[in-house]
């Protein structure tokens, strides 16, 4: 038996499964599976080939998906597609959500997700809430889809004389590209892309900031953004822990500052309890043993 557990985000989607004793049989890395980027037929492909590198056709299925939840649209398709491919007691839920679910184990607390998109979503005395979540068209800050596009701007004002120079100029060879204008032209070309290509900017912007005062602006702002994420959404639940997990919170500078803020505020930094798409494979596990115990007890 496989109990499969789904981390799908903007940039990568994550699979975890557990055998029938609840040990772990398989976890892999595949491209991402955010729809608006992969469209439908992207989504049944990554997914058919999730479901044949699996050991055993799953007997249950805990998905985290990027904005699903959010869009209703989103959600039929990414509902017609799951269930297709993994059967109809496939469960899906915000990635967001299932975040939350690994860091707190359903226990009162706030997770901020900062990866190629940002959001807040947590439970406490007040009830359970989120905060951000809005997509890169007017949301997303402190992302790393943030941090790029924060980038390029200021590069920009440095390039046109508009503020003092910053090494984020030679953010165009990442890409191969020799300025700005080239970059642009070469972003462009591919829109199912850009998100994914404009946020793979932050981990140059991270390796300038030892030397660079743009980069490190970019990221000083990006933790003041996503400490706002916390900070708003802790105080309105009234809850006083808050998680950071995703790609962003690697980088120190972004790191060490939400965290100064929060302390400064009287939160408290928890360490996250276990990885989202393991949390949703023992959630796929614990689903098919309660009801196994239930069926015991009828037959008894």
Known sequence: MVFLGVDGGGTKTRAVAL?????????????????????????????????????????????GLGGYGEVQAWDRVYQRVAQEVFGPGVRLL???????WGAF????????????????????????????????????????????????????KAQDGRT??????????????????ELLDFLQAEPALLRQRVAALAEEVDRLAGRDWGAQDVLQRAAAELYLLAAALAHRLGA????PMGGVFRSTWVREGFVRRLRGDGLEVAEPREDAALAAARMAFRGWAEKARHLGKEEG
């Open 94 to 100: 915000n990635d967001v959500e299932l975040a939350w």
């Open 105 to 156: 184990r359903g226990e009162e607390g706030v997770v901020v997700i900062a990866g190629t998109g940002s959001m807040a979503y947590g439970k406490g005395p007040r009830g359970v809430g989120r905060a951000g979540g809005f997509g890169p068209l007017f949301g997303d800050e402190g992302s790393a889809y943030w941090i790029g596009l924060e980038a390029l701007r200021l590069a920009g």
């Open 240 to 243: 006083r822990r808050v998680a």
């Open 164 to 181: 003092a120079p910053t090494a984020l100029t030679s953010l165009p060879q990442v890409y191969g590209q020799k300025d700005l204008l």
């Open 19 to 63: 055998d029938g004793q609840g040990r772990l049989v398989h976890e892999r890395v595949y491209p991402t599976s955010y729809l608006p980027a992969v469209g439908e037929e992207g989504l049944r492909r990554l997914f058919l080939t999730l479901r044949e590198d699996l050991p055993g056709p799953p007997v249950r299925a805990v998905l």
